[in-house]
């Protein structure tokens, strides 16, 4: 007898079984998390995912199936529901969400799914399953994508301890006493020691936004009134930023001898991790009780912000790092635009404008790799330079491989050096662009300080430029563009190093300027 699912499966359930184990066929690089995947609603009945996956490009993937006209009605109901209570229940940023739609009958869902995904921004497609020779096929349907907003505060805390044992014992303290409070989620985690600084014993707190409908129970377990939260550094995030302070309050730690602040940032983060790592999480407050995805890895990602738009606040302001693809809808849309943000904000016409045609152009079965630099400070640049020769100014690339992984297309942008000035006061340049060298050197490592400082780059003779590669040719062929008020024959060939062999006396004063000061890099070298 024919089974009533497309002729080989008795029911539903065995045809997500099928499609879970054959992922692949519906975008290369899926790969299964679970089936039936468990979501809570705390204001009504729970539910669950069919299947959830992972792309190749670190998206989540909730999956919907249907196997009937009858059952696709139910689409749209299941899709507002479960999608929400993800985002919800799971604190995961919006535009790291994908949704498939997988169903063997569409004649009920093609309008109102369009619709739907027309007034919502996560990126959703429609896929048909049919049945061919014993086997299944997908058939893709193009929907429109869906929404909702970022969870992690970008406000971070450092809490430092006497010792690592004390570090440990307080989280496990922290943590025990938080685990039945349903008002909030928050995180601690600790860093391992550092061989160069053995004393810096710190871990990382930070917390994901507090529901609307738990806001008045929060400010009462911490205390307050719930018009009363500590005013934030970012607008909008008082009672996240209230409940900080309060786990800091209920954490054993030690205020650090030394005058580093407590409040992190991405950089700082990004910048510690370079030379040691976190070694555990702990878990503060409401978290479900099966959590596939904000583990360690995946808050570190999120602590870090390399591919966050800086319109949140949340930004990586020193570094950009991401992989996506056309293929990936709204989440490429979201990296795409969050990169030329990224790199605009010096070189909007020369850097930005230039890689947003550059990415308009890239076919939807290619892989996109992102990377930025981001370095206000010239003169700190060249500090580092003379104890590091890796060190380079800002720059950026995007490298295009095809769906073999072949590198085919690559553009980059960086700062060149003209070769023909040479500066003789280091003082005088620093007092035109900062007014003095204690506001550089302030302004260095503010958490707060937005201002730019490309002044100086200018002055020194640099000049942004950007190449255009095509690797397909033999040998591997590439275009420039300058700018236009670059001076004559200027060939953008020379960079920082050329910069600092030929000016010895102005590097001189630079070592002078920043005598003893922290060069920021992992390993002290003494300058050349």
């Known amino acids: 007898m024919k089974k009533p699912v497309l002729g080989l499966f008795e029911n ?14 519906i975008e290369d690089g899926l790969t299964g998390i679970a089936k039936n995947y468990p979501v809570h609603n705390a204001n009504g009945a729970n539910g669950s995912l069919d299947i ?43 535009h790291k969400i994908r949704c498939f739609v997988i169903s063997t009958d569409w004649h009920e869902l093609d309008v109102s799914l369009s619709y739907f995904c027309g007034t919502v921004d996560v990126d959703t497609k429609g896929f048909v399953v049919t049945a061919n020779n014993g086997k299944i096929e997908f058939s893709k349907r193009d929907l429109p994508p869906i929404d909702l907003l970022p969870k992690l505060c970008p406000d971070y805390r450092f809490l430092f301890f006497e010792n690592q044992e004390a570090m440990i014992e307080s989280a496990r303290a922290l943590e025990e006493k938080t685990k039945n409070f349903e008002e909030f989620r928050a995180a601690l985690l600790p860093l391992s020691v550092n061989l160069n600084s053995p004393e810096d014993i710190r871990a990382i707190l930070c917390a994901w936004r507090i529901r609307d409908a738990n806001l008045q129970a929060c400010a009462k377990l911490m205390g307050i009134a719930e018009d009363n939260f500590v005013d934030s550094y970012y607008q909008g995030w008082e009672a996240e930023f209230s409940l900080l302070g309060w786990l800091m309050d209920q954490c054993d730690h030690v205020r650090p001898e030394f005058t580093e602040p407590t409040i992190a ?30 583990d360690e890895t995946e808050i570190k990602r999120c602590l870090l912000a390399k591919d966050v738009s800086s319109v949140g606040r949340r930004a990586n302001r020193h570094s950009f790092e991401a992989k996506s693809s056309p293929v990936a809808g709204k989440s ?18 020369i850097w930005g404008g230039n890689a947003a045609d550059f990415l308009a152009g890239i076919p939807d079965d290619c892989s996109v790799e992102f990377f930025a630099s981001d370095c206000r400070h010239i003169e700190h640049r060249i500090y580092q330079r003379l104890h590091n020769k890796k060190i380079e100014l800002s720059n950026f690339s995007i490298l295009v491989k095809d769906r073999s992984r072949k590198l085919i297309r690559g553009f980059s942008g960086e700062w060149a050096w003209d070769g023909v000035t040479f500066p003789d006061d280091a003082e005088e340049i620093i007092r035109h662009t900062y007014e003095s060298d204690g506001w550089l050197k302030f302004s260095l490592f503010s958490a707060v300080d937005e201002n730019r400082y490309e002044l100086s780059y200018y002055i020194l003779g640099f000049y942004p430029i950007v190449k255009n590669y095509n690797f397909e040719t033999t040998p591997k062929t590439y275009s420039m563009i300058v700018p236009d008020q670059s001076p004559p024959d200027f060939d953008g060939s020379l960079g920082l190093g050329d910069f600092i062999e030929n000016n010895e006396k102005y590097c001189e004063q630079i070592l002078s300027i920043f005598e003893n000061f922290p060069t920021g890099l992992s390993e002290e070298i003494k300058p050349d």
């Open 12 to 25: 539903e359930d065995e045809l997500r079984d099928e499609i879970y184990n054959n992922l692949s066929d």
């Open 332 to 349: 490429w849309d979201y990296i795409k635009s969050s990169f030329i943000e990224f790199i605009s904000r010096s070189n909007s016409n």
């Open 265 to 294: 940032t991405s950089e700082k983060i990004y910048s510690l991790l370079e030379h040691r790592d976190t070694c555990g999480l702990f878990k503060l407050g409401e978290w479900p009780k099966k959590d596939l995805i904000n």
């Open 52 to 94: 959830l996956a992972r792309d190749d490009y670190g998206n989540f993937v909730i999956i919907e199936v249907k196997r009937s006209d009858a059952a696709a009605r139910q689409a749209l109901h299941e899709l507002s529901k479960y999608i929400s209570l993800f985002l919800e229940d799971q604190q995961v940023d919006y």
